[in-house]
């Protein structure tokens, strides 16, 4: 099946500091790759779509300032948590929609912790 | 918007046991995706159906369009097999999945 890594799967930061996570598809081109983050025993929360060469569509509440989305190849789309604060730690997921399809990949997520 | 319920919401079961997991959704889809989560871990793809069924090793997943239902079947139970089972579905432009609240299942030795 098509693979997905993020980068880095874990990271601990201070808070004010800014995080950048990475996500990449290995194996295939992926227009288009979602955002989720996921809090303990909860369901998958769309956070935003990124799409290549355009700018990301953020989901209601989500704020688009602090989470910064770039997607600038078929392959690779960043979010960057900006002035990060405590209560943005959670674990963050991609996944990325295989051009031409409805088919989708998941990241192996991404667990951030702000101190 | 669709509503996409599981069920079981908790399933327990013996090693080697057949399990079925159950997806039914609101609203005429394009795709519906089988995902599995291992406790603390990421999301896995399982399946992706828009018809008939689909088999991998000791898993199966069909799908009923006109019931607007689908099932997720494990053969022969396994512990390792214990994860948190959602159910995903996705029919607009956009390709947004709507998921399910997910099952839990528990394979005892």
């Known amino acids: 099946g098509a693979v997905v890594s993020q980068h880095p799967s874990w990271v601990i930061c201070k808070s004010g500091t800014s995080v950048k996570i990475e996500c990449r598809s290995l194996?295939?081109?992926?227009?288009?790759m979602f955002w989720y983050r996921q809090f303990p025993k909860q369901s998958l929360m769309l956070m935003a779509t990124?799409?290549?060469?355009?700018?990301?569509?953020?989901e209601q509440g989500v704020e688009k300032d602090k989470f910064l989305i770039n997607h600038a190849s078929l392959t690779l789309s960043t979010l960057t948590v900006t002035s990060a604060h405590p209560e943005d730690s959670s674990f963050y997921i991609c996944?990325?929609?295989?051009?031409?399809?409805?088919?989708?990949?998941f990241g192996p997520g991404t667990r951030l912790t702000v101190t | 918007k669709n509503e996409v319920e599981q069920s079981p919401q908790n399933l327990t079961a013996q090693e080697g046991e057949f399990i079925t997991i159950n997806c039914s959704y609101s609203v005429g889809i394009s795709a519906l995706h089988w995902l599995q989560q291992h406790p603390g871990g990421g999301i896995v793809s399982l399946f992706m159906l828009s018809s008939g069924k689909k088999k991998h090793g000791r898993l199966i997943a069909t799908i009923n369009i006109q019931e607007k239902h689908s099932s997720l079947h494990i053969t022969a139970s396994h512990p390792r097999d214990s994860a948190v089972y959602i159910c995903?579905?996705?029919?607009?432009?956009?390709?947004?999945?709507?998921f399910g609240k997910g099952t839990l299942l528990t394979v005892n030795p």
């Open positions: 995903a579905v996705t029919g607009g432009s956009n390709y947004k999945l709507t």
């Open positions: 990124s799409n290549e060469g355009s700018k990301a569509t953020y």
């Open positions: 996944s990325a929609r295989v051009q031409g399809t409805y088919e989708q990949y």
């Open positions: 194996d295939f081109q992926a227009t288009t």
